[in-house]
C-alpha cells in the first residue's frame, strides 16, 4: 500500500513550458485533490474531485487543468508556466463516507524560471 | 467561497505547558473539521478531527473543541513536549473540498 505517490519531487521549468505533475493513489478514495502551498499561505486549493469524471475548480485554478478519468489517478498540468506558481505543490486525497481526513502526497517543488 | 481564520500565526511556550490554536470558518455547510501537522520539508499529517454533529474530542494529549453556533473550533495541545514543534493548520470540509487556514508555527522550548 504506497499511500499517495506523487511525480516529479522536483523540477525546475522555464516561463512558457507545459507539464504535468502526476498523483496516484491506491487506496480506492473517492475524493483527490491539488494544493499549492506558499509561505505564509497556508494550503490553497487548485482542483479537486469528488469521483471518476467529476472535477472541480478550487480557489486558485488559474493556469492549471486536471482530469479524472480513473478513480486512482488525478493527474495537474500547468498550461503554460509563470514564476508565479513557483510553489509547492500536494495531492491528497480521502475516503467519502468515513472519517479520515486527506492522505497527502510528498510533494512536488516547482519553480518556474 | 469558505473562509477559514487561523490565531495566533506563531506561538511559542515552554515545554511541558498547554498550547491553543483557534480557527473560525463562514459557511454553515462545513461539517467536517480536521487538524494537521507538517514538520519542516514534510507533508501535512492528520492528528485529530471532529465533525459538526460532535462538539468536543479527545486523542491523549491533543483535543478539539467545536462552536458551530459560533463558527469556531479549537486545537488544544496539552503537556508539550519539543517533538510537538510543527505548523499546524486547521480546515473547514465539505464533501470533497477542504478550505485550510494560514497555520500556527508552533515552538516547545525545552
Known amino acids: 500500500n504506497a499511500g499517495v505517490t506523487q511525480t516529479p519531487k522536483f523540477q525546475v521549468l522555464k516561463t512558457g513550458q507545459s507539464m504535468t505533475l502526476q498523483c496516484a493513489q491506491d487506496m480506492n478514495h473517492e475524493y483527490m485533490s491539488w494544493y499549492r502551498q506558499d509561505p505564509g499561505m497556508g494550503l490553497r486549493l487548485i482542483h479537486y474531485s469528488v469521483g471518476a469524471g467529476i472535477t472541480d475548480q478550487g480557489e486558485v485554478p488559474n493556469g492549471y487543468n486536471v482530469s479524472r478519468s480513473t478513480t486512482e489517478d488525478f493527474p495537474l498540468r500547468l498550461l503554460s508556466a509563470a514564476p508565479s506558481q513557483t510553489s509547492v505543490y500536494f495531492c491528497a486525497s480521502s475516503y467519502s463516507d468515513r472519517e479520515g481526513g486527506y492522505t497527502f502526497g510528498s510533494g512536488t517543488r516547482l519553480t518556474v524560471v | 467561497g469558505e473562509n477559514v481564520e487561523q490565531h495566533p500565526s506563531t506561538l511559542s511556550v515552554q515545554e511541558g505547558d498547554s498550547a491553543v490554536i483557534k480557527c473560525t470558518y463562514s459557511d454553515s455547510a462545513s461539517n467536517y473539521f480536521p487538524w494537521y501537522k507538517q514538520e519542516l520539508g514534510k507533508r501535512p499529517q492528520l492528528i485529530i478531527d471532529?465533525?459538526?454533529?460532535?462538539g468536543e474530542k479527545k486523542d491523549q494529549r491533543i483535543a478539539v473543541t467545536l462552536n458551530k453556533t459560533a463558527k469556531h473550533f479549537s486545537l488544544h495541545i496539552t503537556e508539550t513536549q519539543p517533538e510537538d514543534s510543527a505548523v499546524y493548520f486547521c480546515?473547514?470540509?465539505?464533501?470533497?473540498?477542504?478550505?485550510f487556514g494560514d497555520g500556527t508555527t508552533l515552538t516547545v522550548k525545552p
Open positions: 480546515a473547514a470540509s465539505y464533501p470533497g473540498k477542504s478550505t
Open positions: 471532529i465533525r459538526s454533529n460532535v
